[in-house]
């Protein structure tokens, strides 16, 4: 059974950073894309940034410049370094991970809030 667990996330002023992180329990990481969505209160679910297996990553235009997706493969971990916060990123993030066949997975979400 393979389970994302986000960790990270947390009160933070407008302007500030968090780093989020999300760690798989898969026996090979390094093979599945992974991404960061998040759903703010009576949104719909957005997406964040991605990085496949091969490191390539994308960015929602909100928070493009702002964001750093990264991985650690020899962590099994995905990170969502978030820079320059705005009242706007306030939402809760979670992570995605796309297995080879494409079986999708989600962890159960980490809170951020941003206070102006």
């Known amino acids: 059974q393979v389970q994302l667990v986000e960790s990270g996330g947390g009160l933070v002023q407008a302007g500030g950073s968090l780093r989020l992180s999300c760690v798989a329990s898969?026996?090979?990481?390094?093979?599945?894309?992974m991404g960061w969505y998040r759903q703010a209160p009576e949104k719909q679910r957005e997406l964040v940034a991605t990085i496949t297996s091969g490191g390539g990553t994308g960015y929602a235009d909100s928070v493009k410049g702002r964001f750093i997706i990264s991985r650690d493969n020899a962590k099994n971990t995905v990170y969502l370094q978030m820079n320059s916060l705005k009242p706007e990123d306030t939402a809760v993030y979670y992570c995605h991970m796309v297995r080879p066949g494409g079986v999708n997975y989600w962890g159960k979400g980490t809170l951020v809030t941003v206070s102006s």
């Open positions: 898969v026996r090979i990481f390094s093979i599945n894309d």
